[in-house]
T-cell receptor, first 116, second 114 residues
Framework: AQKITQTQPGMFVQEKEAVTLDCTYD???????LFWYKQPSSGEMIFLIYQGSYDQQNATEGRYSLNFQKARKSANLVISASQLGDSAMYFC?????????????FGAGTRLFVKA | DVKVTQSSRYLVKRTGEKVFLECVQDMDHENMFWYRQDPGLGLRLIYF???????EKGDIPEGYSVSREKKERFSLILESASTNQTSMYLC?????????????FGDGTRLSIL
């Protein structure tokens, strides 16, 4: 069965430093997609970055990059040069391509605190 | 810009009431979803709809039903509200097809059942 694990309930980082948020997943489907979303205290979920299982390169979007290690089934989010506005909940999610159909499953989330 | 609108940000209801949560998207997306979010549990799928008048149970459908009469609107119904349904409810939509399509979310409804 598909599963997403985020083992860090909370993380602290100093402003302007980089931080890595962990995500491991479990699936038997060779085709899948991995997503990261940000949820500020206001509640809306914001899509950050996507990595496909067949993508050769790690995904990058501005200050966000995804450290994709397929053999270890991990998809860690790296935020470079943290800003105060990065303080939020972060969710890792997975959608299986061939068997998951329409469903996406989410991890429990990591709350990031950026310190000035 | 894409937009998913949920009818209420905050809602307070009493046990036993029938509660309607409405969600409208303006992106002509085929797929729509209802999740509930609880601390430490992430987002759990209640129901989803892959097209008009189509619906499928998610992981926690008990006590809920849905309606999708028009493509842009997906309603979540709590048939007889109970206190354990106090939660944050999130609606999302997505273009059908490729795995790489992200979901677009509304701002959420914080529902309290007293």
């Amino acid at each position: 069965a598909q599963k997403i694990t985020q083992t860090q309930p909370g993380m602290f980082v100093q402003e302007k430093e980089a931080v890595t948020l962990d995500c491991t997943y479990d699936t038997s489907d060779p085709s899948y997609g991995l997503f990261w979303y940000k949820q500020p205290s206001s509640g809306e979920m914001i899509f950050l970055i996507y990595q496909g299982s067949y993508d050769q390169q790690n995904a990058t979007e501005g200050r966000y990059s995804l450290n994709f290690q397929k053999a270890r089934k991990s998809a860690n989010l790296v935020i470079s040069a943290s800003q105060l506005g990065d303080s939020a909940m972060y969710f890792c999610a997975m959608r299986e391509g061939s068997t998951g159909g329409f469903k996406t499953i989410f991890g429990a989330g990591t709350r990031l605190f950026v310190k000035a | 810009d894409v937009k998913v609108t949920q009818s209420s940000r905050y809602l307070v209801k009493r046990t036993g009431e029938k509660v309607f949560l409405e969600c409208v998207q303006d992106m002509d997306h085929e797929n729509m979803f209802w999740y509930r979010q609880d601390p430490g549990l992430g987002l759990r799928l209640i129901y989803f709809s892959y097209d008009v008048k189509m619906k499928e149970k998610g992981d926690i459908p008990e006590g809920y039903s849905v309606s999708r009469e028009k493509k842009e609107r997906f309603s979540l119904i709590l048939e007889s509200a109970s206190t354990n349904q106090t939660s944050m409810y999130l609606c999302a939509s997505r273009m059908a097809g490729a795995t790489n399509q992200p979901q677009h979310f509304g701002d959420g409804t914080r529902l309290s059942i007293l």
